[in-house]
Structure formats: structure tokens, C-alpha cells
């Protein structure tokens, strides 16, 4: 698959073995009780909470791969803007229908015209920005196991980062006419999605441990007084 035509792209052995068990180990003692733990930027004295899975600098010195990589394809002001990290495990084997990542988080809720239905998750704003700052968007996918096709690869809809923002009702007639892809990936891999193609998990058949850093870059500037939260 072609990121600009299909909207999903492997790089292959992206990370190096080294900055693999880097990740790995970072992530050792971070939460698992949800499918996915959103990581916020250590506030003052949380410096033991971004050791282990609070994001912060701890988190950005390991992300100069990711971050090249993201510049290469949005341009040199990318830079990423919020983390998730996913432990799927035969203890923990969710699945997770067909939507869009369609929010983005943020330092502090502000009126600002064309950014919608702001919520508070696990303490932090998010809020729908306008359409168009989300298709300049890029997602990285960095995989820390192998993902063999049995273990619960990310599905996507090849095309259909295209379409903008779907009605929630419309999506199962898009996934049906464009077809589903299956995104399997060895540890030390990155698959980059533009940010609005749909995708889904299914639980694996197969389950081993699946730990995935998902990454959100941007290249864009917030109107003030808005602020991206970042890594």
C-alpha cells in the first residue's frame, strides 16, 4: 500500500534492535487496563510518572526515528502531538469496530470557531478539530512485537482517507464497497496511516503479547489561544 493513494504505508525495520528494547523498556511498568493508555507530558515533580509511561522528554528522546520519519512525509515542522500506547495480550484481546480518529488533545479547552465537541479523557481536553487540520494529519504505528496476521494487525479501508469526516452511519456501506486490508508488522516496523482512514482491531486468534506506540503528528499551528498537549 502507498500512503498518498491507499492512505496506509509500511517502513519496514524502521527502529533499530536497540531503540526497540528502548522502547520496550520504557513502557515496562506503564498501565494496561484499558485497550489503550493515553500518555500525558509529566507535570512539575511527576518525573517518575514520565519514567514509566507518562510521556513527556523521557518518552520524546526515544521518538528521533519516528519524528524524522514524520518530517520526511508532512514536512520539517512536524512534530508529534499525542501518544497512545496499546498492550494487547492473551489477557487482554479486545476488538474495536470500524471508526475514524477524529479528536485531538489539548492543553486547555478555548472557543475557537470550527473546534467541536470538546470532552475531558483520563484528565486531558480533546476536542474535534475542522476537517482540514485533520488531513494534514499523520499517524505512526511503531511496533514492538511481531504482528503476524494472527495476532490482530491493524485493519484498515484502503482509500477512504479521503472522504473527510463520515457520518457515523455511512461508514459499514464505505468499508463494504472499499474493501479491508490487514496491516501485519514485525517488531522494529512503523505503518503510517493518514490520520482519517478508517480502521478496526479484531481480537486475535492467535494472542501474544501485541504492544504498539501509536503516534499523532501534526506540521500545523493552533490558533490561538489553543495549544497542542504534545509528547
Known amino acids: 500500500m502507498q500512503l498518498d493513494r491507499d492512505g496506509a504505508e509500511l517502513f519496514p525495520k524502521a527502529l533499530s534492535s536497540e531503540e526497540v528494547a528502548a522502547l520496550q523498556s520504557f513502557f515496562t511498568n506503564a498501565p494496561a487496563t484499558r485497550p489503550g ?17 507518562g510521556g513527556g522528554p523521557a518518552l520524546a528522546s526515544l521518538l528521533t526515528t519516528a519524528t524524522t520519519l514524520a ?5 520539517p515542522t512536524a512534530r508529534p502531538v499525542r501518544a497512545t500506547f496499546f498492550d494487547k495480550s492473551p489477557a487482554r484481546n479486545w476488538a474495536l469496530g470500524w471508526h475514524q480518529d477524529r479528536t485531538i488533545a ?55 482517507h479521503l472522504f473527510g469526516r463520515l457520518v457515523e452511519a455511512e461508514i459499514p ?4 464497497r472499499h474493501g479491508t486490508a490487514a496491516c501485519p508488522a514485525a517488531a522494529g516496523d512503523i505503518w503510517a496511516y493518514s ?8 481480537r486475535a486468534r492467535v494472542p501474544s503479547r ?22
Open 37 to 53: 493508555t493515553r500518555l500525558n507530558p509529566p507535570q512539575h515533580g511527576e518525573g517518575d510518572h514520565a519514567k514509566h509511561g
Open 71 to 75: 518530517q520526511s512525509l508532512l514536512g
Open 173 to 176: 456501506r464505505v468499508v463494504s
Open 106 to 160: 489539548l492543553k486547555a479547552r478555548a472557543d475557537v470557531p470550527g473546534f467541536t465537541d470538546w470532552t475531558v479523557k483520563s484528565g486531558i481536553h480533546h476536542a474535534v478539530p475542522p476537517v482540514a487540520l485533520l488531513e494534514r494529519m499523520l499517524t505512526l504505528r511503531l511496533h514492538l512485537d511481531d504482528t503476524p496476521r494472527n495476532n490482530a494487525p491493524l485493519l484498515v479501508s484502503p482509500g477512504t
Open 195 to 202: 490520520t482519517l482512514i478508517l480502521h478496526a482491531s479484531d
Open 210 to 231: 501485541r504492544r504498539v506506540l501509536q503516534l499523532l503528528y501534526s506540521a500545523d499551528d493552533l490558533p490561538p489561544p489553543l495549544e497542542w498537549l504534545g509528547v
